[in-house]
């Protein structure tokens, strides 16, 4: 082989180690956004894949020294097996979350044996490498980590950049397994084939086309899957559903056992409101913190605006800055007629400023102040929430709290989840607060609890101002009541949660998913 011939297959093999290398980084990000998405707790799904699919690698190294006699059919094998295990990794999983009871095993599982494949590749590729031409060995690791480590950093950045937005996470996965199908049959097709037999290259072209196939077809139903494998998940028909950059959402409707239409919304399968109750939560949320100067507004969170609504009943409110997020639940509150109708258009008047963002982040870059701030959050029960419901975070603010004005936080079930409920009430005093917690019964949760809060420090006291009225369950009497909490409910001495010492998410977080 002459020196030109060399350099374009040591090329030609380097840039192979490139789109795998690719190919595994996505499969394993993959993995850790579904299991995000589906389960919550991205630093633990992060830390259950990438633990499982290192030490997999590391066994699938060994695994391969073996096949280093037949290292190119051992390759081409290796990466048509990556093409069909990492290419299907994410339809698998979605399907065993939304037709049975397991996630977990089946995860470990497909991280492992994904781990296994990708732990043979470095092996077959160096034997394969050295076989185009002999060369030092450290030499040799140090080309191959180059190609590899480079290809780790495209494929995390085309994973989130790339890939998620524009294809979603099956489509995606489907698409990126073509890519290694491809890469290992190329490779050792152009430049190993002679060291094959002719049975050998009859059984590659065979495999590699249906592989091809399956994978084709597998993109071409993903769309049917999907509907199928989320209506599975819900007990009502689903009316809308989208994946966006954030999260799942899914709307569903149907008759309630009252006779009315019950519309609800999911994110990343968590309810979010019962059209058939959620004005007890949203009243109980927004009034007893409106008893008090509120000319402007600022609410975090709430991106269905039915918070919005309901304080767009006070004729006196000038301004309601709502900071959402995502963008996409925003738009489904603006115009999705049936989300339209529930919240009254709040989120089309013109007295309201819709911000997507996160909300930490923006406050830290805000320098005016309101009368009252809103802070309608997901629930605590992931890495992503946890900073929201922090002594930093309501540090913050009430920075932006007018002097004067109040603060109310929905601080979930002091039935269901109560360490989660007096951690939030610890970590606002922490914060310079006294707090007021008080509590609903809201049927699709459960009994539902929120803190109140004011500027000067001082524990606020409840109240409504009935002149807005009438509210559909909120009367002076059960805001009295809602004050008493009973034994089974007393307040726990808990530590507060800061960015450093999540203790949301370290103590409680079985709680709100056993719930």
């Not at 190294?61 to 073996?66: H, I, V």
């Not at 397991?102 to 394969?128: C, F, K, R, T």
């Not at 149907?254 to 004005?279: C, H, I, K, M, T």
């Amino acid at each position: 082989m002459s020196a030109r011939r060399v350099r374009l297959a040591r090329f030609g093999l380097l840039a192979t180690a490139f789109a795998v290398s690719a190919c595994g980084l996505v499969y394993e990000l993959a993995l850790i956004t579904l299991g995000a998405y589906l389960v919550g707790n991205t630093a633990k799904q992060a830390s259950i894949v990438l633990a499982v699919m290192v030490f997999a690698m590391g066994l699938g190294a060994l695994a391969a020294k073996p096949l280093r006699r037949w290292p190119a059919l051992s390759f081409a094998a290796v990466e048509l097996a990556l093409a069909l295990l990492g290419g299907f990794s994410v339809m698998l999983l979605y399907a065993a979350f939304s037709w049975t009871n397991l996630y977990s095993l089946p995860l470990v599982v497909v991280a492992a044996a994904i781990g296994l494949l990708i732990g043979a590749e470095i092996p077959l590729l160096m034997e394969l490498l050295q076989r185009i031409r002999e060369q030092a060995a450290g030499a040799a690791v140090a080309d191959l980590n180059a190609a590899d480590y480079l290809g780790g950093l495209i494929g995390g950045l085309a994973f989130p950049f790339l890939l998620l937005p524009f294809f979603g996470q099956i489509q995606g996965a489907l698409l990126v397994g073509a890519v290694n199908a491809v890469a290992g049959v190329l490779l050792v097709w152009i430049l190993f084939k002679n060291d094959l037999s002719k049975m050998a290259k009859q059984l590659l072209t065979l495999v590699a086309a249906l592989t091809a196939l399956l994978l084709v077809a597998a993109f071409a139903y993903t769309d049917k899957f999907e509907t199928q494998a989320r209506q599975a998940l819900y007990a009502a028909p689903i009316v809308y559903s989208e994946d966006s950059r954030y999260q799942q959402i899914v709307m569903t409707e149907a008759a309630s056992p009252f006779g009315e239409q019950d519309l609800r919304l999911y994110l990343n399968g968590d309810l979010q409101f019962s059209s058939v109750d959620e004005y007890r939560y949203h009243e109980a949320l927004v009034h007893p913190a409106m008893n008090g100067p509120h000319e402007n507004v600022l609410v975090l969170g709430g991106g269905d605006g039915l918070a919005v609504r309901e304080i767009l009943r006070y004729p006196d409110v000038e301004t309601v800055t709502l900071v959402d997020l995502d963008g996409a639940v925003t738009d489904l509150a603006r115009e999705f007629d049936d989300l339209v109708a529930l919240n009254d258009d709040a989120m089309n008047d013109p007295k309201v400023e819709i911000v997507n963002a996160d909300a930490f982040t923006w406050l830290r870059q805000q320098t005016g102040t309101w009368d009252t701030i809103i802070v309608d959050m997901p629930d605590p029960d992931a890495t992503e929430t946890a900073k929201l419901y922090s002594v930093e975070f309501y540090g913050l603010a009430t920075d932006h709290l007018d002097d004067t004005g109040r603060m109310v936080v929905q601080s979930g079930s002091p039935y269901f989840a109560p360490k989660t409920f007096w951690t939030i009430s610890a970590t606002l005093e922490a914060a310079g607060h006294a707090t007021s917690p008080y509590w609903v019964s809201v049927p699709s949760f459960g009994d539902w609890g929120y803190h109140l809060v004011q500027a000067d420090g001082e524990a606020p006291a409840l109240g409504l101002d009935t002149s807005v009225g009438p509210f559909r369950s909120l009367t002076p009497e059960l805001i009295e009541a809602a004050q008493v909490f009973a034994p089974d409910r007393a307040r726990m001495d808990m530590e507060p949660s800061t960015l450093m010492h999540p203790v949301i998410l370290d103590r409680v977080e079985s709680e709100w998913q056993n719930y």
